[in-house]
């Protein structure tokens, strides 16, 4: 038996019962778009998270109050919170550093803004006019903070163009404006341009001040949040974060780096972090997704130990008429891995349909990717094969006289 009337009896077989074949391929059908979608899901998650990391500027090494926690890690009592790095602290790493290209030291504190009778609560930052470089921040209208506003503590501001919107409502020219900001006036000299965000991560929704107007009016002390500093390359990051350490310790009288009052992440750490925490996620989603692949598999080994029982004398029919075991085996074998690629082939293209639907609805954005594809495949055809081994084996096996004589 050559392999086109193999083919011919499986698309035979599989069409003498139409209902029964379509609820078998469903379970495979489900089990495959279950697993495109929640493993496009995942991808897309992690390229979004990327993407967001890496909007916020290039060649990063973020310095931070306290000792720094890795996941896992307890919070030290008393430590994290405290205020421990100065401005002296950010100008001595742009003057004693190699390979640094910007220092934007910043503070950050949330207040509520007001202006012509509508409020809104968001976060103040204090920054110095390398903010918009470090930070890959630009102006749509109007100008950013300047080295003149900061060195003579002007209550100037510039607003993201959601705390503008919250404020004075669309299409509005806010320039010269007068908001209050912890009951201090504020004069609104620029607006950013949009770069997208939610919640606390929103680098739209934010009021830009200078950093020692922020330190005489509302912080009260020379400490900053945090120190960005912008390498000159990605290939001296590591030795830039590791010199500013070194500066940092000899500074703060540590001799310990273990007792660091301060940590050191940059944008690699962060992004790798990011990642593994999203490539356990879509191993988890694709796992979940996968039991209904294994399911869809034995409701196959079902149908086919079910279709030998009923081609009985059939089988024993070919195989006086000189049918080899290895001919009835591959009939079976073959019906059980049509039944897993046909189902492949339709679950690849509604997960792609529902990883479509999912990121033109906004609710997440989704990433159909060819290696998913490729696994959904090689999935679907060992299932096929798995699942369709035994039935087919036990058909093979049928003594002939036997076979003929059952009813």
Do not use: C
Not at 82 to 90: F, K
Not at 184 to 190: A, D, H, N, P, S
Not at 275 to 284: A, F, K, N, P, V
Request: net charge neutral; aromatic share 6%; glycine share 10%.
């Amino acid at each position: 038996m050559n392999i086109f009337d193999i083919l011919e009896e499986t698309f035979i077989a599989l069409s003498s019962n139409k209902i029964r074949t379509g609820l078998t391929m469903l379970g495979i059908i489900i089990g495959i778009a279950s697993v495109i979608a929640m493993v496009s899901i995942g991808t897309g998650a992690k390229k979004t998270i990327e993407n967001s990391i890496q909007s916020i500027g290039s060649n990063l090494i973020m310095v931070s109050p306290g000792t720094q926690r890795g996941l896992g890690q307890q919070v030290s009592s008393g430590r994290g919170s405290a205020a421990t790095l100065t401005l002296d602290d950010s100008e001595a790493v742009g003057e004693k550093i190699a390979g640094v290209k910007a220092v934007a030291p910043n503070t950050s504190s949330r207040y509520q803004i007001v202006a012509k009778g509508t409020n809104t609560n968001t976060s103040v930052m204090g920054v110095t006019s390398t903010y918009t470089e470090v930070k890959n921040v630009s102006v749509e209208n109007g100008v950013f903070i300047s080295d003149q506003h900061n060195s003579s503590r002007s209550k100037v501001a510039v607003l993201g163009p959601d705390t503008m919107t919250d404020l004075f409502g669309e299409d509005f020219d806010a320039i010269g404006q007068t908001i209050k900001i912890n009951g201090l006036q504020f004069k609104v000299i620029g607006v950013t341009t949009a770069k997208g965000g939610s919640g606390f991560s929103n680098v739209d929704d934010v009021v830009y001040v200078p950093i020692t107007t922020a330190q005489t009016y509302f912080t009260g002390s020379d400490k900053v949040g945090t120190i960005n500093v912008q390498a000159e390359s990605t290939e001296v990051m590591s030795q830039v974060q590791s010199d500013i350490t070194s500066l940092l310790l000899e500074r703060h009288n540590i001799s310990d780096p273990a007792l660091a009052d301060f940590s050191t992440m940059n944008q690699s750490d962060i992004v790798n972090s990011a990642s593994s925490i999203t490539d356990t996620l879509t191993l988890l989603l694709g796992s979940v997704a996968g039991i209904s692949l294994i399911v869809g598999g034995i409701g196959i080994m079902n149908m086919m130990l079910t279709t030998v029982t009923e081609r009985t004398r059939e089988i024993g029919l070919r195989k006086a008429i000189g049918a080899k075991k290895k001919d009835i085996s591959m009939q079976f074998l073959i019906e059980a891995i049509t039944l897993t690629f046909v189902g492949g082939v339709i679950g690849v293209f509604l997960g792609w349909i529902i990883a479509f639907s999912v990121t033109k609805l906004g609710i997440i954005q989704t990433d159909v990717t060819v290696s998913s594809v490729l696994l959904a495949f090689g999935v679907s055809a060992i299932i096929g094969i798995v699942f369709g081994y035994y039935p087919a084996r036990r058909a093979s096996k049928l003594n002939p006289i036997e076979a003929l004589r059952y009813e």
